[in-house]
Every structure is written in C-alpha cells, then in structure tokens.
C-alpha cells in the first residue's frame, strides 16, 4: 500500500514589506528542508504537488531535487486567504487564528472561513489523486492551516485549534503526516520533519 505525505514548509522570513504569499524560507527553514528530502519516505514519492506560495514552492524544489521528481503547483492548495487583513502581529495573527478555528463558518475579519478553506484543499487534495496511480507515493507541499483543515477532514475530525501543528508538532512548521492512498485514512498526526520514522503502521 502507498502513501501521501502532506508537508509543511518549515520557518521563512518574515517581513511586513512582502506581501505573505511570497515569504522566503529561513536559512533555518531551508537546511531543516534539505535534511528531510533525504528521508526515505520522502525520497520514495514519485511526484511533489504545491502551493503555489513562495515558501511552499521552496519546499517543493528542494523535496523534488532530491528525489528527482517533477513538482506540479495549484492555486487551490494555498493557505488560507488571509489578504483581507495582510501582515498582522503575532500577538493579533494568533488571535485571529483563534477565532478561524472557533468559527469555521465565520469570516475572521474577512479571512476565508475555515469551513470554506477546508472544502477548497480537499477538493484539491482529491483532484491531485484523481489521475494519480495509488500504488506511487506522493508529496504535497502546503501550510499548516490548511494542513490542519485536511487531516482533520481525513481523520473525521471536528475543525479545532486543538488540531493546530503549532499545538502538536514544531511551531515553527517543517510538520507532516501520513494518509494512505488505498482509502484516505490518516495514519499519523502532525509529526515534525525531524521525528518521522522510516516506517509507517498501516502501510
């Protein structure tokens, strides 16, 4: 049986000046990617999907150039669309992600609803897989919003901060977790790129 692993990308730089989609990787976040495109599971995946974020598609290149695999890009694998408010602190970033979680049916401060985010990257996780051959692993470069938005739509689970990869993996993102192709189950949580073991339960 095959997998996917659904990856976020790890620390950018941030800066207020550029709008949010095109932040950079770190040169933290960079090494911790190019440490993890060596891991087996990774190294395995026959094609890298994207957000067509700069951060994430940092991510992508680099998972692809090891792996030697072509990465493909959409729009509908963003993160969620937070242009309503742009760059806010992170004292009022994480208040706000509060209230996106609390309320996935409301808009916080003109955010794209969590419920509506949820709907979007599932569809785009499912038309990725559509002409894919589920017996090939496969990789997805994304965000840890969204990220949360899927596993817990794959894992049956209601939207909950709780489910958050800042509450559960590293909070500085580079997190991932499992689903096997064969029914979308959800084999593991959020697990820091670091901590992913070799081998999988379930597959």
Not at 48 to 65: H, N, R
């Amino acid at each position: 049986m095959s997998y996917a692993l659904y990856i976020t990308h790890p620390q950018v730089v941030q800066d207020p000046a550029v709008p949010v989609p095109r932040w950079g990787l770190s040169s933290l976040g960079r090494s911790r990617a190019e440490r993890f495109a060596n891991h087996p599971l990774v190294r395995a995946a026959t094609r890298v999907v994207s957000s067509p974020e700069t951060k994430a598609l940092e991510l992508a290149a680099i998972l692809g150039t090891v792996s030697g695999k072509p990465v493909d890009s959409g729009d509908n694998f963003a993160e969620n669309d937070r242009t309503s408010t742009g760059y806010v602190g992170p004292d009022r970033f994480e208040q706000l992600a509060d209230a996106f979680f609390a309320s996935p049916d409301d808009s916080a401060e003109g955010w794209e609803t969590a419920r509506a985010a949820q709907r979007r990257i599932t569809a785009a996780f499912e038309a990725a897989l559509a002409n894919h051959d589920p017996s090939l692993p496969i990789a997805f470069a994304g965000h840890g919003a969204v990220g949360t938005l899927l596993k817990c739509q794959l894992g049956g689970r209601a939207i909950s901060r709780n489910e958050d990869q800042r509450r559960i993996g590293d909070p500085g993102g580079g997190n991932v977790f499992v689903v096997r192709l064969s029914d979308r189950a959800l084999l593991t949580d959020w697990l820091a790129m670091e901590v992913l073991p070799d081998t999988i339960t379930g597959l």
